[in-house]
């Protein structure tokens, strides 16, 4: 158009092909389109004289836009010589200048506006038109819509334009191809184009809304997607669980929601920091993506809850074959920056239509059946069943009722009696917890411990039992009785890390003014296995301060007796379960037999537990137990019964036979 060989144009600045007077305006007007950036409107129409070759100027209508990913300005330039307004030129009629004004509402639209002929060839473009498309203007004529438009709209663009020739005018969306075979998102209106009273083509505006849909595409998918790992959140998780209910009523199938959780993450995140437990979080994700088809959906739901759509199951058996997946996967150890860790998951199942017909019931019993897996230890599965349901509501009551047992002191402590095998005396007692519950009456430990473990108010409980175990021993001995050992069960839990178990063991013995020779702790084998280096300085601490520690229930755990050996424990209670058959079986007499003989090598002492009858005490007498503990020396009962029994015996030999 203006005579340069392209080679010549490339060393050309875009002022040098302005004149001199314009210059600076065209400048202007390219950097604010700069400045403006990136904006929707990033496009400038303008008009100016360029110059050709020789000098000479030519009115041209340049249309620019600035593209802030290639810091590029893209321009397309049309000579408006001869038919075209141009500025100064007056027109010769009134018909002319309506004409004109049409046009120049044509011409300067910022939006590519065209128009088709009935058999959908192009016929019109404006200079928008061509910056949108990359496409000359020359090359757009005869251009027909299939190559602007990208495949998938084609139908509706095709539908929408014959609409548009029939009468009807409308806008949609659909996606553009440039020239270059690129796409972009367009806002597109189609509108008949009348001459008289006949229909005799289609005209188009297009505008580039591409920013603008990548935009609605990004808050969509933070509306819909968890940010860590990329998953489907709740939201989605709600939707697709709808659509899998919806198709599954139609073809007869199931859907299955796995509830999945981690076990222990908190333990991860405390002790590698959050920076670890987000990496883990991403691995785990991947590896529930890889369990399941493409067509499933894993979501997560919360810190480390996550759950798992299956849809078009036909036999609940394969949903049991996914949930073990998904246990084996989450198993799998992970390897972080030197740290090998093993995490485990708890996975609950429930099945439309027979626990729920929507998202929100699905989920929620899913949920519950998580709960009992979780509760059942690591790497259980748990399919939802009714009665999980009534459960549930019970736990709720419950926990509300325990926190309120604790701060109004309906708990109260029961002692139990621990008597020398050989004199009979009394020389200890159990402190047991009991809850004096206002409707239902006396509660046993098992029926509260694990939901105050649950519930995080383990500590708390255990601590107070701890204060009034002290406190009750040290009056019993102000009161002039001879001074026994009262021992205090310790949940596992209070071993843990973070637990202040050392601190409330001090401060008990501090404010009640108990010598620490006269307090023991009973621990389970579980907890010595879990946390061992953390559990074992407490535990250290504990004893150097003089606290006797003891191992309760002996052989119920994994612990082996060398094991032991390594531990700072003073003692090792065997657990009534081998008790109650010694008598009745040679096993468990062999057992317990074995087990006093090599405790008694590590001078461990020896608690029989659970002991009901003489037999068992003359069988435990011949193999030098050391002291019995069971209901034929007395249960537990309130600190004033045992009181009395402590009166009654004998001062030197406190018995109670
Ligand atoms: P444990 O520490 O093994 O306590 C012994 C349990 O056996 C007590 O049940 C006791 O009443 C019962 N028992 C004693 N002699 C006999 C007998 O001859 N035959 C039979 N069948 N049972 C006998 P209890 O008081 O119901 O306590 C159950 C468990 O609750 C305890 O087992 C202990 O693990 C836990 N527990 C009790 N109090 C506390 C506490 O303050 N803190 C924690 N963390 N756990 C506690
Ligand atoms: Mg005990
Ligand atoms: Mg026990």
New binding site residues.
Partial sequence: MWGYQSEELQQCRLSDLVHAEERKAVEQAMLSLQRNAPCETSHVTLQARFLRKGGQPVPTLLRARWSESDKTYYCVAHEVSRHEPVWGRHPATQADEAHERLRSLFEYHPDGVFAFNLEGALIAANPAFSALTGYAHDELLSMRYQTLVSPESRKMAKERFIAASKGHASSFESAGLRKDGTRYDAALTAIPMMVGSRIVGVHGIARDITQLKSRERYIERLATHDSLTGLPNRNLLDDRIKHAVVQAERSGRRVAVLFIDLNRFKVVNDSLGHDKGDILLCIIADRLRQCVREADTVARIGGDEFAIVLEEVSMPESVITIAKHVLAAIERPVRLEGHQLVVSGSVGCSLFPKDGSDAAALLHNADLAMYEAKAAGGGALRLYKADMDERAKSRLTHEHDLRRALEQDELVVYY?PRVDISSKAIVGA????RWIHPERGLV???EF?PLAEEIGL?SQL?EW?LMQACKQNRSWQKAGLPPLKVS????PLQLDPDSTITEAVMQALERTGLDAKWLEL?ITETSLMQNVESTLTKLEEIRNAGVSISI??FGTGYSSLSYLRRLPVNGLKID?SFIRDITASRDDEAIVAATIALAHTMNLTVVA????TEEQIRFLHANECDEV????FG??VPPEELGQLLMQAPHSRRTVH
């Fill in positions: 139990q159990e402190a047991l917890v046993p430990p098992n411990i383990i255990g039992v205090v069960n310790l949940s009973e309760d229930d009534q537990e659970g002991v009901t503990q069971g209901f034929l249960a537990a």
